[in-house]
Each structure stands twice: as structure tokens, then as C-alpha cells.
């Protein structure tokens, strides 16, 4: 067996998160299962609402065959938040402010939207607001439709709603979380072949041509360390230049330097 072969094999899940309310929070969760990354994950805090329409946190799956970075999965698409409804179209939310939009979007009432429930902290509720929107934005502006004026003048007070502020106030015990569906990802995520990540600590490589985001901490060209060492676990990206990296093994939490 040559030296790469025994290098292992892993999931790595990175989440970095820019918040104006503390300080940017850095992880990697590693291990060679999904079933065992999914417990990793979940043993963290949950993901708020606010992170994802605030922050746009990076939120990726990076495959890593024998110690190469091979292929990266974006988890956006597989973002839910229990409404079946609202999951159709929180891609369309999520794309104000990440990526270039269609100009027919609403944006700027979107945008709107999220900024009005900003105020309270909570976004969940904003999402029905959204999804009303949309469903009947599409309604009013698909090529050669009808949609009768009933649905055109629901959409006009809809916008005039959302352009005064005179939108629903949240619940405050809304469940205000989303989260990652385990099912679609292991749908899109490759098996891995043995040996698969142990306990202790490994350096990973990026694979020829495989293509890096400069929102990654791993990114040669990205703002964290370049030659971060990875743990079974959590691994504190954010804290790597001071040497500080957390473990978790058998359910023992750890910084090991």
C-alpha cells in the first residue's frame, strides 16, 4: 500500500458565518460517514434563521478521497425549514444578496421583508410573507398569463404592505431554526472508499483541478489559514491562528495545540 493510499477518507462540512451581532464563528466537521458527520453537526448549535438571510454563511460539503479536497457540494439547495411550501421557494429568498437574480425578481420587497423582521430577530415568519409573494409574482408575470385582477390586486396590496412595514409580527416562540436534509445529501454525496478518518489530526490537499471558493477557510485563496490541520470532530477555523483547535472524540470536547 503506497503512502496516499493510507492516507483516509472523509466528509469535511464547513460552515463560516460573518455576523454583525459577535465574532465570525469558523468550523469544519470531519468524519468518514455521513451518519457520523450528521451527529457532529448536530451536536452544535442549531442553524438560526438569522444566520442564513443575514449572514449568507458559507455552507459546504467538501468530499476528501486519501487526503485531496476532490469535490465540493454548496448545501444551500438543501436548506429546509418544515414547510414544504416555503422550502419551494426559499432558493429564490436565499439568492438576494448571494448571487446575481433574474431582474423580475421582487427583490427590493424581498429584501424588504427580510429587513422588517431583521428588527425582531426572528425570520421564519417572514418566509409565509415571502412565499405569498412569489407564488403570486409568478401569478402576475408569467409570459402570456391571465392571472384575472382579483390576483393582480392582491399582489398590488401585498407590495403596498410590505413597502409600508404593515406585515404580521412574529410569535416569539416561533421555531425560528432551519435545517439540513440528511436525505437529499446523501442522494448527491459520493460513497467513500477505506480506510475512512480516524481519531488524531490530518492535513488535507486540494486536488488538481478541482475548482476552490474564496469564502472558504481552506481556499488557497481565502481568508483563513492555508495550512489548517484537521480533527475528527469540530475543527475551530476561526481560532487556528492562535493555535486552538477544538476535538471532540466519544463525546469529549478538547482543544488540542
Known amino acids: ?9 472523509f466528509y469535511l462540512l464547513e460552515y463560516v458565518v460573518h455576523s454583525a451581532r459577535e465574532r465570525t464563528r ?4 470531519a ?10 453537526w448536530e451536536k452544535s448549535p442549531c442553524l438560526p434563521a438569522e444566520d442564513v438571510f443575514m449572514g449568507f454563511p458559507f455552507l459546504y460539503l467538501w468530499v476528501v478521497r486519501r487526503g485531496e479536497i476532490t469535490q465540493g457540494i454548496d448545501l444551500y439547495p438543501l436548506l429546509r425549514t418544515g414547510s414544504p411550501e416555503d422550502d419551494r421557494m426559499l432558493p429564490r429568498v ?22 422588517f423582521y431583521w428588527d425582531w430577530g426572528i425570520f421564519r415568519a417572514g418566509l409565509s410573507v415571502l412565499t405569498r409573494l412569489l407564488t403570486l409574482h ?15 390586486a392582491e ?21 425560528d431554526d432551519l435545517f439540513l436534509d440528511w436525505d437529499a445529501i ?3 454525496a459520493p460513497r467513500l472508499e477505506e480506510p475512512l478518518l480516524g481519531p488524531g489530526g490530518w492535513d488535507v490537499r486540494w486536488a488538481e483541478g478541482v475548482e476552490q471558493n474564496e469564502e472558504s477557510y481552506l481556499s488557497e485563496n481565502g481568508m483563513g489559514n492555508k495550512d489548517v490541520r484537521l480533527y475528527a470532530g469540530r475543527t475551530d477555523l476561526a481560532w487556528h491562528d492562535d ?8 463525546g469529549l470536547d478538547r482543544f488540542s495545540s
Open 1 to 9: 500500500m503506497t503512502q496516499n493510499e493510507r492516507l483516509p477518507s
Open 26 to 29: 469558523a468550523n469544519a466537521y
Open 31 to 40: 468524519h468518514g460517514t455521513l451518519a457520523g458527520l450528521r451527529e457532529q
Open 94 to 115: 436565499l439568492a438576494v444578496g448571494r448571487t446575481e437574480v433574474p431582474r423580475d425578481e421582487p427583490t427590493k420587497a424581498i429584501s424588504d421583508v427580510l429587513n
Open 138 to 152: 409568478d401569478k402576475v408575470t408569467a409570459p402570456g398569463a391571465d392571472p384575472g385582477e382579483s390576483v393582480r
Open 155 to 175: 399582489y398590488a396590496r401585498l407590495l403596498e404592505q410590505i413597502g409600508n412595514g404593515d406585515l404580521p409580527e412574529p410569535d416569539d416562540d416561533e421555531d
Open 186 to 188: 446523501a442522494d448527491v
Open 243 to 250: 493555535d486552538r483547535l477544538y476535538e471532540e472524540d466519544k
